[in-house]
């Protein structure tokens, strides 16, 4: 089995920072890659950014100049640096990765959520 666990949501008020962490433990083989969604409220769950073991990164272009993720796969754990939140960036936030399962192939799994709330 592959867990998924996040930290470091919370209440922030805007201009301030959060920083979201992300376990990730069970057996398999390897972890492709890793990221980080959002979904608010009413709406659809949208791709925050995504780093890649090759040591590629992409972030959304809502979140430029504002948020930076970090993946260090040795120890299978991926964090999203949030500065300068918006209250607009208010939403539940998920970890997500590909992960390699020999006799499974890829698959994505992802974490429970940790909420983000942004007050104006």
Known sequence: QVHLVELGGGLVQAGESLRLSCLVSGNFFKIDD??????????????????????????????QGRFTISGDYAKSTVTLQ?????????A???????????????????????????SS
């Open 82 to 90: 949030m500065n300068n939140l918006k209250p607009e960036d208010t």
């Open 34 to 63: 890793m990221g980080w969604y959002r979904q608010a409220p009413g709406k659809a769950r949208e791709l925050v950014a995504l780093t890649a073991s090759g040591g590629s990164t992409r972030v959304a272009d809502f979140g």
């Open 92 to 118: 539940v936030y998920y970890c997500s990765a590909n992960i390699y399962i020999i006799a499974q192939g890829s698959n994505d799994y992802w974490g429970q959520g940790t909420q983000v709330t942004v």
